[in-house]
């Protein structure tokens, strides 16, 4: 198969338009069986439950080409758990977990000459996601569903890929105590972009949102968990009922004692103790580990010693590990790795 003539290595995180694509719909209390289409448009009412109340999630999950030239992705089975879980959240019907891992797999093979050949710094991001279809006007669930799967070859999510970033504290809160931070809701992401943005207009990379009910407590980004390192080389990583649990801090938590021999804390991370650490970082399919070098608090600065010119030393053995993990140089731990072709 021959690959699609594109410069991968200058590819940002941004959406280009693959071959296939899958769709099924949810109808009179059922799935049906699902295709691959050429139709990468949508076509639902104008009373949508996703266009009037927002009934929608996704997942974000990545397929990459191996040294020894497979295509595979990184725990798929995680991802199409978590949907379930945001479907059961927001009223919506689970696409059986055993067919949407099949679903990936026919859309990452339909589109193999799109997936970024090894060493290219490039990815195949795949976007599953699902939303109400059918017409609602009381606020209500929708009665009929779309699942989509699409894919786009993507590079680093910040520009400068593995350069330091730099953050600011938020004064927004990105989800409600006992709100939808846990699950993919597209509704959490639409509340964001306003921070986001406010964040870019001041010369911020990301935002740093604290738990909504304290302010005190370090929560996440808008699109990435936390990952800290003490100065004794501890591997600490916020727990909150209301952030989105990310597979990639999962696998880096197990990466970090297993593969590494480290320390992991997963408790909550009081912001006070944030000046106190050697190494941050964000962790997510997207940001992979992306280095945090500064973060701005309402005039303060807390630089991390590890500076803005380079991943930390921690940070950075995660990172290697992570990723030879997923591009096939090191051995996965049992059922990580899902081969495609
Ligand atoms: N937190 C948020 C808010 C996200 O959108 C994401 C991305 O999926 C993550 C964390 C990282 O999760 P994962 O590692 O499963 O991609
Ligand atoms: C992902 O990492 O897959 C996400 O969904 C994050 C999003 C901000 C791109």
């Not at 940002?12 to 691959?36: C, H, I, M, P």
């Not at 779309?146 to 999510?157: A, D």
């Not at 997963?266 to 997207?286: H, Q």
Request: aromatic share 10%; hydrophobic share 35%.
């Amino acid at each position: 198969m021959e690959k699609k003539n594109i410069d991968w290595s200058s590819l940002g995180f941004g959406y280009v338009q693959t071959d296939k694509r899958f769709v099924s719909n949810f109808k009179n209390g059922a799935w049906d069986e699902g295709t691959l289409t050429d139709d990468a448009e949508v076509r639902i009412s104008e009373c949508a439950g996703v266009l009037q109340y927002s009934q929608s999630c996704f997942e974000g999950l990545k397929a990459y080409t191996t040294e020894d030239g497979h295509i595979v992705t990184f725990r798929p089975d995680l991802n199409a758990a978590r949907m379930k879980d945001s479907c059961e959240r927001l009223e919506m019907p689970v696409y059986p977990v055993d067919k949407w891992v099949d679903a990936i797999v026919s859309v990452v093979k339909a589109n193999a000459a799109w997936v970024p050949p090894y060493g290219s710094g490039a990815t195949l991001y795949i976007r599953p996601y699902m939303f109400g279809s059918s017409p609602v006007i009381g606020v209500k669930p929708a009665e009929e569903y779309q699942f989509r799967v699409f894919c786009t070859p993507v590079g680093p999510y910040f520009k400068g890929g593995a350069k330091p970033i730099t953050i600011r504290v938020s004064d927004f809160d990105r989800a409600a105590p006992r709100g939808t931070g846990h699950i993919k809701a597209g509704l959490n992401y639409a509340m964001s972009l306003y921070p986001i943005m406010d964040a870019h207009r001041n010369g911020f990379d990301e935002n740093m949102y604290l738990d909504p009910a304290t302010r005190t407590k370090v929560e996440e980004t808008g699109g990435a968990n936390f990952l800290f390192v003490t100065k004794d080389g501890t591997v600490v990583t916020p727990k909150s009922s209301s952030i989105l649990p990310s597979i990639t801090r999962r696998s880096l938590i197990y990466v970090a004692e297993h593969y590494l021999g480290l320390k992991v804390e997963e408790r909550e991370v009081f912001f006070e103790e944030v000046k106190d650490f050697a190494e941050c970082g964000l962790c997510g399919t997207a940001a992979v580990i992306s280095p945090v070098g500064k973060i701005y608090d309402h005039g303060k600065e807390i630089c991390l010693p590890s500076g803005m010119d380079e991943m930390g030393p921690v940070t950075k053995k995660l990172y290697e590990t992570l990723t030879g993990i997923q591009m096939g140089r090191l051995e996965a731990p049992e059922g990580w790795i899902k081969v495609i072709e």
